[in-house]
């Protein structure tokens, strides 16, 4: 059983916890980290999606963030970023790794498995820049099915115009592509 924070509009802990389950039945504000993996291949920046397994409580099959998690009752965002990318995908990353790009708050309401699904969190987004081949990823099976290079440009049309099974908001990715261009000034 997973027990989360309930946070404020902020993403800040109100003393009160509750179950994964029950929050995501009632709507109950909490949080989650999302890791956008890049690179630059050949003077092209790509990010990797994963595709979401097909148990997944919601969006089962859907290509989604690199890596992303709830984050578990008295942790704060990086180190649950940290724990997801060493489960989901085999790496171990160091706090200096992750670049904040930004927080982002979202609510949405659907049916996965015929049950409702009422999912109401606060994100910190953030980018990991991990030249690495989808093969070197070790995926954790009951999350994640694979692992896929995408051109960012290509990937940003592809959700915009539903090319692909998909989970992710262009919001998030416009949040993601701002850090980007931050990090890409500051280093060259």
Known sequence: MEILDIVDENGNPTGKTIERELAHQQGILHRTAHVWIVRNKEGVTQILLQKRSDIKDSFPSCYDI??????????????SAIRELKEELGYCAKEEELIYCGTRRFEFKGIFHDKPFYDNQVSHVYILWLDQDEE?????????SQVKWFDFDDCINKVKHNLIHHCIYLEELEIVEKGIRIYDKGNH
């Open 136 to 144: 070197a990823f070790s995926l954790q099976k009951e999350e994640v």
């Open 66 to 79: 690199s890596s992303a998690g709830h984050i578990p009752a008295g942790v704060d965002f990086i180190p």
